[in-house]
C-alpha cells in the first residue's frame, strides 16, 4: 500500500501484509532516523493541466481536436480513430464540451546502471494532453511526468499500488471536474477529462 492519504500518513505498518512503513537509518553516532521502507514520486496532474488554460499561447490548442476534423479515411490525429468516435458515441455529454481534456497514458522501465552495475529499474510514467494538434502532442512541454516508479525490478503486478494517487486524482477529474479559469475566453470553467 501507499502511504499517502492523510489517514494512512499516520500508519506505522501496511494495512494487508503488516510489513514496517520505515527502518531505522544511522545518521550520526548515536543518531538514528525512520525513513520510508521505499518511495514513490508522483507529481500531481491537476495544477498542471490548469495551467494549460492559464496561458494564452497553449489554451487556443487545448480546443484544436474540436475544430479540427478530418475527412472520412485520413488518418493523422487520434481523434481520426475508431477508438475516439466510439467514445464519442458511448459518452455524447462528455463530448459536446471541447475543453473536456483526452489523455494518453505511456509507462516503460530503463535500467540506469546498463549491464555492468546492480539490478535496479525506474519506470517513468508520462500522460500527454490529446486534445492539441499533432505537431505538439508529444513534444516535451506537453508530456506531463506523472509518476516515477524506482524499483530493483519491473512493478509487475503491483503497478496498481503505485498507480493509485493517479487513479483518484482521475476518478476527480471524471466524475466531479476542477473548476478552472480559461484565459481566452475569461470566464470559469468545471475541468473534465477522459
Known sequence: ?????????????????????????????????DVPVKRMHYLP????LKRLYAS?????????????????GLLCHSLDGEAWKHFDEIFPDFTVEPINVRLGLCIDGFTPYGQSGK???????????????PELC???????????????????????????PLIDELKLLWIEGVLTYDISRKQNFIIKLH
Request: contains cysteine.
Open 45 to 48: 496532474l491537476i495544477p498542471r
Open 138 to 164: 508529444m513534444t516535451t512541454p506537453y508530456m506531463f511526468l506523472t509518476l516515477i516508479i524506482p524499483r530493483p525490478k519491473k512493478p509487475k503486478e503491483k503497478i496498481d499500488v503505485y498507480l493509485q
Open 1 to 33: 500500500m501507499l502511504f499517502y492519504s492523510d489517514e494512512d500518513k499516520q500508519l506505522t505498518e501496511c494495512k494487508f501484509c503488516h510489513k514496517p512503513h520505515y527502518k531505522t537509518k544511522k545518521v550520526g553516532r548515536d543518531k538514528h532516523k
Open 119 to 133: 539490478p535496479y529499474s525506474c519506470w517513468p510514467m508520462i500522460l500527454n494532453p490529446y486534445n492539441l494538434p
Open 56 to 72: 494564452m499561447s497553449y489554451t487556443p490548442h487545448m480546443r484544436w481536436h474540436y475544430e479540427n476534423r478530418r475527412k472520412e
